[in-house]
């Protein structure tokens, strides 16, 4: 009899997508003259950039020719794209060897994938409000979670908890998903110091960091010494080079990275990974490795990083409107997401029907974060900005 | 204190395809004169086919336009793929939803995540010699593996156990990695029966179904009555269509297939799966997708089938050299790889070693394949039509 895992029982379904697609039919179906703006879901409009396109082109050439056609390739990618990430890390000081990065079809599979490594016994400490894989997927291995409150009072910046709680893996996010806040330095290296005390692994989510505007912050956590024995790192080429429809992101595991066995050796999590990928996984196409590897062109980055301009003129403008409003936020100055507090003690769906109904302006409502997400709301850079315009304009006509 | 997954430990590692490189970089370096043939890794060798190049390049233009560009796309794939695959099905008469087709980046990876959605106490059937992955990926989960023996006496087709024996999860392939030997509509019949009198799940890897020529024989386990309560199907483009470095595949999993949970419910895998690969997947590259519906229009199927008769021709040629030369084997017929029992009692590595020494043709020794494996010797049909020609006449000279 073929018993399923129970634990997949234990999650709880997600209505925050739908239920958001929902009350849009409803209003559209109800005000057909209105016309929506949408800044709920995180997803890239700007098209893929002349360089990815033109190296894509290229090998699907390479693709239809015997002499050139490539069949399988290294499950951990090519070493062509792992020199190129290796120099881009390297551009800001992070030595990598290339045998330290994994490419990927995106960061949300190598983030769910990575707790295939660990043990189910460890206990995960996840920040709320969060991007909710982090949760979905370690509920369905029926790891024990302890959240951790990351809300106005520590500025949305959780730092390391006291000794009574024990995390053995760490999840951080900066730029952070939902709420656009940033660790510096010295809380990263804090972190850092705070796993490598405990044995703990620290997660880290750097899908955001090419919308780091201050170079003082950190954009990878491996510029903070000791971060090496201590992280894994997740990035993605999603919303660096809106690769969200075509699928490729890496993750950095550093050699020197040990996690504990139940005898007595301590265990390489590169080498656990790297058998991970090579068993379960086969790759990613060589046609996007090669568009991957254009974004990191010369050429391809300084297309991408007009686009990146580009978000970030949007979310300089919805903060600046929110300023105007007075109404506090966190967020956008090097991040494309806008986390603010709903006026008027509003709730989060309260907000979201309230922005709908007056000026047909579709958010996330920040409930659907977490707990610590009741009350906020999350607006995104990413639409045109003709209609990021329209939207501010229509939400300074609010009387809050 | 992060503990990994110590079941992890407990894989072997896999020598098979190093030690075959290491013996061939020595044979190579010590003959450099000698011009070698490779008949050992399954990979295909010849290039896209046009359909599929013209549909990935207009995907990449339309990648580059605003109006065009696709961002996220459905974790499951899209519903124009899906459609394809349908018909494909129908044509067989075998009738899916769109729903029931779940499209990923490879078999490999569908067939190694799906061991997400069951306990790990439930006990796994596996044919000995098998892909090795079915064996490892659920080494890494910790179930017990029960062992069933494929060998000359059940011509590599085994048969459901008595019922002492009761494994939870089945994995059958056919047309079988490594042996080529492919089930009859009777014998799959009798594993349907057995699975649904003992509610077991059948994970089914149709992977070289293409390569069927014999229209009797089932190419997929859903033409089979009673199949879609039991049994899960795993297919993939690679090397149907030579998708190995450009990565497709595609899962069925039928609606009315349940497992059974720790409550009184059971609960529908097709669900559970669903959930699984929304919260760890983001879906496969558009511009791929676009690729593999166009091998399943009139036009890619026509050209792929060309492709699939010149490899079934080589299969046909080293079948006949074996019959010639008196040596015992299966496969071929409805198969890309032979399996042939290694001539005067030499066992796996000694005949990969003789080949090597004497007429410079690698194969893969069967024993790489598991315990029955020894003996036994698997080449490939992937190769062009000169080489396999060249490769077939050295053999000829052998005196076996």
Redesign the interface.
């Known amino acids: 009899?073929?018993?399923?895992?129970?634990h997949?029982?234990e999650?709880k379904d997600s209505y925050l997508f739908s239920t958001i697609a929902k009350k849009i039919n409803e209003f559209t179906s109800t005000h057909p003259d209105k016309k929506l703006i949408r800044m709920g879901?995180g997803?890239?409009?700007?098209?893929?950039v002349?360089a990815v396109?033109a190296a894509?082109?290229e090998a699907?050439?390479e693709?239809?020719?015997?002499e050139t056609?490539?069949?399988?390739?290294p499950e951990q990618g090519y070493d062509f794209l792992h020199e190129a990430i290796q120099k881009y890390y390297a551009s800001r000081g992070v030595n990598l060897s290339t045998d330290e990065i994994f490419i990927s079809?995106?960061a949300?599979?190598d983030i769910?994938?990575i707790t295939?490594?660990?043990?189910?016994?460890?206990v995960v400490m996840i920040p709320d409000p969060v991007y909710p894989?982090y949760v979905?997927?370690n509920i369905?291995s029926g790891r024990q979670i302890e959240f951790l409150d990351s809300h106005a009072k520590n500025n949305f910046l959780p730092m390391p908890p006291s000794q009574d709680a024990s995390p053995?893996?760490i999840y951080l996010c900066s730029p952070n998903n939902p709420t656009g806040s940033v660790y510096n330095k010295e809380q990263l290296k804090a972190w850092v110091d705070y796993a490598n005390h405990?044995?703990?692994?620290i997660l880290f989510d750097a899908a955001y960091e090419c919308f780091i505007q201050d170079p003082s912050l950190p954009r990878s956590i491996f510029e903070i010494e000791g971060a090496k024995t201590c992280a894994i790192e997740f990035c993605s080429l999603s919303k660096t080079a809106?690769f969200?429809?075509?699928?490729c992101g890496y993750t950095i595991v550093p050699k020197n990275l040990l996690?504990?066995?139940?005898?007595t050796d301590e265990?390489s999590?590169n080498k656990?990974w790297l058998?991970?990928q090579t068993?379960?996984?086969?790759?990613?196409?060589?046609?996007?490795q090669k568009g991957a590897a254009a974004v990191f062109s010369p050429e391809g980055q300084a297309q991408i990083q007009k686009n990146i301009t580009y978000y970030m003129e949007n979310a300089q403008l919805i903060a600046s409107t929110m300023k105007e409003k007075g109404i506090e936020f966190v967020g956008g100055d090097n991040s494309p997401y806008i986390w603010l507090k709903c006026p008027n003690g509003m709730k989060s769906w309260d907000f979201f029907d309230y922005l709908l109904n007056e000026i047909a302006v579709v958010g996330t409502p920040g409930a659907g974060f977490g707990h610590n997400g009741e009350g906020y709301f999350r607006l995104t850079a990413f639409g045109s900005k003709e209609a990021t315009l329209e939207a501010m304009e229509r939400f300074k006509t609010l009387s809050l």
């Not at 693709?63 to 015997?66: A, E, N």
């Open positions: 009899m073929a018993f399923i895992n129970d997949y029982l999650l879901i997803d890239v409009t700007l098209p893929l002349p396109l894509m082109h699907v050439e693709m239809g020719q015997k056609f490539k069949g399988y390739g079809d995106g949300k599979s769910g994938n295939d490594i660990f043990s189910n016994a460890n894989v979905d997927t369905m053995d893996i405990t044995d703990a692994v809106g969200t429809g075509t699928r996690g504990i066995n139940l005898e265990t999590l656990l058998r991970r068993t379960k996984f086969n790759g990613v196409p060589y046609i996007i």
